[in-house]
């Protein structure tokens, strides 16, 4: 989809991340891992349990650093975390001694926006989001959902022209996690079209939540990228497009890699196929 | 239901609170041992509300009006009242000060330890060195170093009170959960505002029940600082009494120290709890 005239947005060159363990044996957490994601692109990396992408997800935050290689954003190499880049975490971040609105504008005040200004953009994300009527609600009194959706009002509300998303949906019930999900492509889409689009790396467990949002999707395998996947399903993608056989056969590829289907047979076919 | 259960259990407080009363002049009664002539061990609430109530204006230093015992005035509930006031109001006021003062160091230099790796190594040596100190040992030394009248007593409590504040406030930093660190550096969060804006409120649950141990800790300090040479406050008052023998002054001030104790624990514990509306009602208990 992504013509090569696209601007380099995220590029990734030789990253490596080791860790020493508490018995002094260090833990290659990711070797060698080089790539780039042009500007706009819906990137979801996906691989199994303690394969380095949360890790690889934390280094381009600029909250971990890497052992080797460089990190390069937007044209810059990076140096701990930065605005331009924004993180949706596992776990509920959200501040419980801050209201609602409050933390939707707490970048932004970071970063010195006047009080009204951080309101009204704070007031057009969470609308845009669903949560306008708990503004001055306390975090302790909204769902899990809720709280999910006050991460990305406050991410998005930020400005980061890179946003990450490490597993935001695992912990969250099936209807929920489809209303995020279309949430976030709604915030994604932007009012813009394609090229206000910000780039988005999505690190998820959930094989078709990968299918149903991704523009590309990148598997990971004991600390390297093992595969590198087109979807090229049109959009907005519902239960049928997840049916359609290049999705099927994209599915049963990552399947396969996840160790979860015997890379034999039909499924080998459909998926070299693709 | 609840309100109700509420107002039951303020009838059942009362009703042990009268009950202990009465122990105590049944106690009165049947022990009637004198510890000097006129001096009961355990004297009933008719003598400490009128002959040891009394007694308490040998201790107004005189002023406003009101002539002191010692000038060769009689005795005067006024003169009783008076004295009460202003011999609380003096250790009262050195607790506040130690304790702010303390409080205030102790929060400093506890978030100095992880300030930076500079702070930390500033702070670490020394603090630790402080902290193994007994702390009553070191009451001669501070009002030879800072006085017996006011100074020394503040200094005195603030040290006791500095010392807890600053372990609970490098324990409470500890235990804050790291994704509210991560998540306000990832949205360009400075080092002074993640101090402010996620540090100081995160810690703020922890630091309640600290305050709340340390008051005690401030009351027993600001005591023990009276007891060893000031020349006023509640502890003055006591260790005057101990040397004549008057246990039902020593009593009566007790009493005193009960209701102060509880008055400001209560005070806090309302003050934090409203300041907490934030956080899930077991952190506001």
Known sequence: MSPPVDRRMIELANVQRTFKRGDGTTVQAISDVSLTVPEGEFVCMIGTSGCGKSTLLSMVAGLLEPSDGSIVVDGREIDGPGRERGMVFQKDSVFPWMRVIDNVEYGLKCRGVPASERRAIARTYLQRVGLAHVETAWPRELSGGMLKRVAIATVFANGGKVLMLDEPFGALDYVTRHQLQDVLLDLWDETGGKAARRTILFVTHDVDEALSLADRILVFGTGRLVDDLRVDAPRPRDTDSLLQPDMVAIKHRLLGHLGLERPTGRAVARGTAA | ?285
Do not use: C
């Open chain 2, 1 to 285: 239901m609840t309100a109700l259960t509420r107002h039951r259990d303020r009838w059942i407080s009362l009703g042990v609170f009268l009950v202990l009363a009465l122990i105590w002049q049944v106690l009165s009664v049947v022990y009637t041992a004198e510890a000097q002539p006129g001096e009961p061990m355990v004297a009933g609430w008719q003598v400490l509300f009128t002959h040891t109530l009394l007694s308490l204006s040998d201790y107004w230093p005189g002023g406003w009006g009101v002539p002191a015992v010692s000038e060769g005035a009689p005795r005067s509930y006024l003169a009783a009242v008076l004295s009460i006031v202003v011999h609380s109001a003096d250790t009262i006021g050195r607790l506040a000060a130690g304790m702010a003062l303390g409080g205030f160091a102790g929060l400093l230099l506890g978030l100095a330890m992880s300030w930076s790796r500079w702070t930390r190594r500033l702070v670490d040596l020394p603090i630790q060195f402080l902290r193994t100190l007994p702390l009553l040992a070191m009451v001669p030394l501070f009002q030879l170093w800072f006085g017996t009248d006011y100074m020394g007593e503040v200094m005195f409590v603030a040290y006791g009170i500095g010392v807890i504040v600053f372990a609970g406030t490098v324990n409470a930093v500890r235990n804050i959960p790291p994704i509210y660190l991560d998540n306000a550096r990832a949205l360009g969060a400075s080092q002074t505002m993640l101090y402010r804006s996620v540090i100081l409120p995160a810690i703020f649950p922890a630091m309640r029940s600290v305050i709340l141990l340390s008051l005690g800790a401030g009351w027993g300090a600001v005591l023990g600082a009276e007891y060893l040479g000031a020349q006023s406050g509640l502890g003055y008052i006591i260790v005057y009494a101990q040397q004549f023998a008057f246990l039902d002054r020593m009593f009566l001030v007790a009493l005193l120290f009960i209701l102060y104790t509880s008055v400001s624990y209560w005070g806090i514990s309302r003050l934090s709890a409203r300041m907490l509306a934030w956080a899930p009602p077991a952190q506001r208990q």
